[in-house]
């Protein structure tokens, strides 16, 4: 029973950890140097963004869920629309998102190995994570206390 509770408890503190994380996979050479295709970011939504970060956005122009654009902020602001622009790219982007758009800023970047693609699945592994952490915190718990 407990570990059932454990399960439940880390799939929701995953998905509530998952609505301001949120992990991308490159796709393309639009970042080269700073991030290659296949690299995973990792991002965290915040009240605003500055001119420089590294940015995950949805364009509304683009009606498709899965379909984000990971560029840096070059000018703009949240309200008005951010201009954005690839490292690698030659001139800036079509769109300019506002802060609602933005998925976030990019905190971290791994280069993922080609066989883990295969399995890849970011918001199954994040909750795993989570329900291994949570298994370990309890174990503490119950041999120290």
Sequence with gaps: MLLLGVIVVSFIVGRIL??????TVVS???MLPTYEDKDLVVTVKQMDYKIGDPIVYQPDAL?????????RIVDGNGVDGWVTQGDNNPTT????????EVRGVV???IQVPDA?????APQLWWTIFMGILLLFFIDMF???W
Aim: with cysteine.
């Design 107 to 109: 905190v971290a970047h």
């Design 18 to 23: 998952t609505s301001f994380i949120t992990f």
């Design 142 to 144: 119950y041999t120290y």
């Design 93 to 100: 982007d079509p769109w300019m998102p506002t802060n609602d």
């Design 116 to 120: 883990l693609h295969i399995i890849y």
């Design 28 to 30: 393309g050479t639009s």
């Design 63 to 71: 009606s498709c869920e899965t379909c984000h654009v990971i560029h």
